[in-house]
């Protein structure tokens, strides 16, 4: 699903929005391979994520994300046993 609204704001042409989407999905993708045992990708992909997303400036009068993708990277980290990593994501 979130890859449709992807492609429908790339079509439109909001490069704001898409990115924004993008990031939710790979966040998605990572918590998932999270889930199926593969640590070494879903810190990969949360990486990436929170790198774009700290690459991103926020819009005027826009919500953020509820938990952004580098705290979550942190968390994630955390639940790997990685706690020199996840201090540096936080």
Do not use: C, H
């Amino acid at each position: 699903m979130l890859r449709q609204i992807e492609d429908r704001l790339r079509t439109s042409g909001d490069n704001y929005w898409t990115i924004q989407v993008n990031i939710m999905r790979r966040e998605v993708m990572a918590w998932s391979a999270q889930t199926e045992k593969q640590p070494d990708v879903a810190a990969s992909i949360l990486r990436s994520a929170a790198y774009d997303e700290d690459g991103i400036e926020k819009l005027p009068a826009t919500p953020g994300p509820v938990i952004p993708a580098r705290e979550q990277l942190g968390e994630l980290l955390l639940q790997q046993g990685d706690t020199a990593s996840a201090s540096k994501a936080f």
